[in-house]
């Protein structure tokens, strides 16, 4: 659909544009053009794709007005400029910056599909960067339970924050920013740090204004050195009623479908689970709905007392979710990885793949990634399927989302 | 294809694949590790900087922004994705598929290309490397950096080429792109152009809006090179030169808007007065230019040249947009026109166009220069100022081609020794002038603020406030 009929359009500003041509040269579907002045984007022709925007050398191209539909300027009008019109009056406000520590966790996040992914087509519009560094918000905590069995290496926890009378909404799979309180070494404030929430729109309990997180204390770095994560272990020791300085919500495309009929293949290992908590849960409260769809679960841990939610989850009937567990550290056991598990499953894995209604989730550690990717390119293969065309199809369509750490 | 970062050398050619090739780079690459520490941005190896660094060569990998700390920063090998069934579109070869590897009869003229080439890229990095020390804000800072690693970068593109295909030869090419030393009396770089000094930030600026927009030129029309791993390389390449670009013309236009602020506020275009407020009068930034746009537009050497007519027949290099232009793609019969000095005037004369191909590509970057020369004129016509920026006749200050031995002044007229030596001063930097820019140069690094003859860009990089800490000094 061309982005004039969305009641957007997508300008150059004149100002800034060095006349380069990458733009032009970027563009697929020949929305850009010039003249001896100006480069200009054809409205009815321009699709959003935005890959003229990484090549922009200048930020020139970034620009998204909202227009009344059907009221788009001309390139005619736009080869006249030497700078951007004013906002028409049907233009949003311009909203705060995302902040910067945010911005690099989101990018880090996503890095292993090439950036964020489009939303499902059917996703609800999340609320963004409500509340900011300069303006955070203030909850309370309304609970701390250990998930983890006592003796487990693992410590994590499920902690819920309440917002009171503020106005927080949140989806399934965006993330909330965390500052922990007083400074580092340096004197500088500690950076914000991001958490995926593991309660569903409505919140850990309908008809209460909060949230739920799932929180690793994290004593050891990702090559098993003693370090003390600032921020896990704040949260991890917060007791009840303890006041937090939250921003966000955070995240605009990590979302689940809502629409009838979809359905969601998950992987997560640790902590990874939260969002997947958070779909299953959704979907879980609209059961009797019976709107279709199924949901199946990857989900890994070293062992059985160190995963999350096992008991919750084991409650769950088969019927309503197909769950597949994988242990690295039992003893006397094999390791198994998620993958293993997909490997397994690949008759399913394939026709999910295949299916256009199966959007696909994977959150954990960056080290999953890779074994992933190659599992799901071997279940191609053995099904005479290419993964590398596959993929980009699937993130084209909003049904592939990454978020590592 | 993305780039594989779990590489040692960051690559999309597949270069696990041919490991006599891979060792070879491997060797290469503390090498360069050395020449960087040693020649690269003095005192940056703190720093975390704000880059935009490849992920792959698509669009929407292709710029992902993170704080790399600069020694860190992975320089790989990227080419643009091969285009199915490419053929070679002029010259003697036209039609025929583009080449995969190095015909034999070309392999001495290709090599001497791409090290010319190559040999600009750290040669600009060794121009730069003491800005960092004067940098006039963060973001300023974060963008001459930018600017070095994909030099960097740049220099890696190169040296693949020499050894993938050029076998010992290339590699010895290689080594010594790492030996010259710009402005080296004993081992200069090739290029006279790459061995001036860029002593402030106001020749970075011109340089990389006029000199590297020569780089652009040059990229182009080996993009268009019947040597397929060459245009691919240099395709990949421009897109990363649009940035050079861009910080030059920006960079400039706000020092033109910060004068043309302070003029009229002051109602003052007195230099002696200006000069007194700490900003850079516009006749001094004329100059600057002059001088800049002669020095560049030798680089694309003699008007009249049989190297460049053989290279384009032979399919090596081609015109800037070779495949977007309408004729038979040979030039056999083709006229293009030049100027030449008869009887001590300048004139205009038919030649073939074969034989005239620098000229042309010279003609091609005047007309861009000077697009990027109005844009910066609409500066003082905001502000009600009648300066205007010109860019001198062609001729001026030459030491290149059919202009070398005479004196032309900027409104083109040939004149005398006399009369040259009387106006230098009008037409080009004095020791007085440098000094007075070089005066200015003070390290301004904290965030959102700027040096008092430069304006605020209009907006930060990747949508990013101005006052964003673009470095992080450790």
Redesign the interface.
């Known amino acids: 659909m061309a982005i004039a009929e969305k009641g957007k359009q997508h300008l150059i ?1 004149p ?2 544009c ?3 041509n ?1 733009c032009e040269e ?1 563009c697929t579907i020949s929305a850009i053009t010039h003249d ?1 002045r100006n480069y200009v984007v054809k409205p009815d022709v321009c699709s959003e794709c ?6 922009c ?4 191209i ?1 620009n998204w007005f909202a227009i009344v539909p059907g009221e788009a300027w001309s390139i005619e009008e736009q080869f006249s400029w ?1 700078e951007l019109p004013a906002p028409t009056a049907a233009a949003p406000p311009p909203q705060p ?1 995302i902040p ?1 520590e945010v ?2 966790l989101t ?2 996040a996503t ?1 292993g599909q ?2 964020p992914a489009p939303a499902p087509w059917s996703a609800e519009k999340p609320a963004v960067n409500l509340y900011t560094e300069k303006n955070p918000i203030t909850a309370t905590v309304t609970g701390n339970l250990r998930l983890t069995a006592e003796g487990a290496s693992a410590d994590i926890r499920h902690i819920i924050l309440d917002f009171g009378g503020a106005h927080f909404p949140l989806l399934e799979g965006q993330n909330i920013g965390i500052i922990p309180p007083g400074s580092d070494g340096k004197g500088r404030p500690h950076f914000v740090r991001l958490y995926s929430v593991a309660s569903p729109r409505e919140g850990e309990r309908p008809g209460y204004n909060n949230c739920a997180l799932t929180v690793k204390r994290v004593v050891e770095d990702h090559e098993s050195r003693p370090i003390r994560g600032v921020c896990s272990n704040y949260l991890c020791d917060l007791e009840k009623g303890d006041k937090v300085q939250v921003i966000g919500p955070f995240g605009a495309n990590f979302l689940m479908p809502n629409h009838p009929g979809s359905s969601l293949m998950m992987i997560c290992t640790g902590t990874g689970s939260a969002p997947m908590r958070a779909m299953t849960e959704r979907r879980r409260r609209r059961r009797e709905l019976n709107e279709g769809g199924s949901l199946m679960l990857f989900f890994g841990a070293r062992a059985q007392d160190e995963l999350p939610y096992h008991g919750p989850l084991m409650k769950l009937p088969q019927e309503f979710i197909d769950i597949n567990f994988a242990f690295s550290r039992v003893p006397g056991e094999p390791k198994r990885y998620v993958q293993d598990r997909i490997r397994e499953r690949h008759e399913d894995v394939w026709r999910h793949l295949n299916d256009e209604e199966c959007y696909i989730y994977l959150c954990g550690l960056k080290g999953m990634e890779k074994g992933v990717d190659e599992a799901f390119r071997d279940v191609c293969r053995l099904h005479g399927g290419d993964w590398d065309k596959l993929l980009p199809q699937l993130r084209g369509k909003g049904r592939y989302h990454i978020e590592t750490y | 294809m993305s780039i594989d970062y779990s590489q040692k050398i960051p690559n999309n050619v597949n270069l696990a694949s041919n490991k006599t090739l891979q060792r070879a780079l491997e060797h290469w690459q503390p090498a360069f590790l050395d020449w960087w520490g040693e020649m690269g941005p003095d005192k940056s190896t703190t720093a975390d900087v704000y880059l935009r660094t490849a992920v792959s060569a698509e669009p929407q990998g292709w710029a992902h922004f993170d704080y790399v700390r600069m020694p860190d920063y992975r320089w790989g090998i990227f080419l643009a994705p091969a285009e199915e069934g490419r053929k070679i579109n002029f010259g003697e070869h036209m039609g025929q598929p583009a080449w995969q590897e190095v015909p034999g009869e070309y392999r001495s003229t290709l090599r001497r290309i791409i090290v010319t080439q190559g040999d600009t890229e750290p040669a600009s990095v060794e121009q730069q490397r003491h800005l960092g020390l004067t940098a006039p804000s963060m973001y300023d800072l974060r963008n001459l950096f930018q600017v070095n690693v994909e030099e960097g970068r740049h220099l890696w593109a190169m040296v693949y080429l020499l050894h993938a295909h050029f076998g010992r030869d290339g590699r010895e090419e290689g080594e010594a792109l790492l030996e010259r030393r710009s402005g080296d009396a004993d081992n200069p770089r090739i290029l006279t152009a790459f061995n001036e000094k860029t002593p402030d930030w106001l020749s970075f600026f011109m340089f990389t809006f006029i000199t590297d927009r020569d780089g652009k030129y040059q990229l182009a029309a080996l993009a268009e090179s019947g040597f397929d791993p060459l245009s691919r390389t240099c395709r990949f390449m421009l897109t990363e030169e649009a940035h050079h670009l861009f910080v030059g013309e920006q960079g400039v236009a706000r020092i033109i808007q910060r004068t043309c602020e302070v003029m009229a506020n002051e109602k003052t275009d007195d230099p002696v007065r200006l000069r007194a407020l700490g900003v850079i009068d516009l006749p001094t930034l004329q100059k600057y230019l002059n001088f800049h746009y002669s020095v560049t537009s030798d680089l694309y050497g003699a008007e009249v040249s049989s190297n460049a007519a053989s290279y384009y027949t032979n399919g090596l290099k081609g015109r800037f947009n070779e495949a977007k232009l309408e004729d038979d793609h040979r030039l056999d019969s083709e006229n293009y026109s030049i100027l030449d000095v008869v009887d001590g005037k300048i004139v205009e004369r038919q030649v073939s166009a074969l034989t005239v191909l620098n000229e042309r590509l010279r003609d091609d970057w005047v007309k861009d220069v000077q697009a990027g020369v109005s844009r910066w004129n609409k500066v003082p016509e905001k502000y009600g100022i009648p300066f205007r920026f010109t860019l001198p006749h062609k001729g001026f200050n030459r030491k290149i081609g059919i202009f070398a031995d005479l004196h032309v002044s900027p409104d083109g007229r040939v004149i005398s020794e006399a009369e040259w030596q009387a106006r230098v001063a009008d037409w080009m930097p004095t020791a007085e002038d440098r000094a007075f820019v070089q005066s200015l140069m003070g390290r301004v690094i904290e965030p959102g603020k700027f040096a008092n003859w430069i304006a605020p860009p209009s907006r930060g990089i990747n949508n990013q406030p101005v006052d964003f800490e673009y470095v992080r000094f450790n």
């Not at chain 1, 050398?57 to 020139?60: D, F, I, L, S």
């Open positions: 500003d100002g800034i060095i006349r380069c990458s970027a001896e935005r890959d003229c925007v990484p090549v050398p200048t930020g020139a970034d030497d910056a910067q911005e690099r990018a880090e890095a090439g950036g």
